[in-house]
């Protein structure tokens, strides 16, 4: 294994947040050949999480996304995605399961805040791929409590901004071997 691999696989065991994390592929390579990433136009209408996180939108698209509202079969993919109960997520985006439930069967989509909440974490997941460059490395940081988040895991601290701040700031510590 690789040194930076190797720093990596450390952050995520709660080792040296402080080494080197250089990254060694450009946008380009981090994706297999011949992956394909769906447009987002209508990305409010999509349920599937992964591409959310594989192509973020940004600005002014984001912001009439989020205001729409992402469908509700979404929670069920970024639960899928993240390898974590349903009932995980629906805590991150503060949706009741009942009521998720129901914005399923109905085909219908969750409120702003909610929205914005599912968006946070699809941005911050794929912030954690480009740090760890191999989602599964990613998706088990996010996952599991981290001793520079107060024992926290990262994916708890999503619902609000100043937790995926701190989320952030961690990930750039690792990315670059700053200092938390």
Known sequence: MNAVKEAKRNAIDGGKLQQR?????????????????????????????????????????????????????MLKSASGYLGVPEKRILDVVHIPTATAHRLQKNDQNVDPGATERLYRMGIVTRMAIDVFEEPELAKEWLRRPNRSLANEAPLDLLDTEPGAASVRQVLNAIATGGVV
């Open 21 to 73: 994390a250089a990254k060694g592929k450009s946008n380009e390579e981090k994706h297999a050949p011949g992956d394909t990433v769906k447009p987002h136009a209508g990305l409010k209408q999509d349920r599937n999480f992964e591409v959310l996180v594989g192509k973020p939108v940004g600005g002014i698209e984001a912001v009439k996304a989020i205001r729409s509202g992402f469908n509700a079969h």
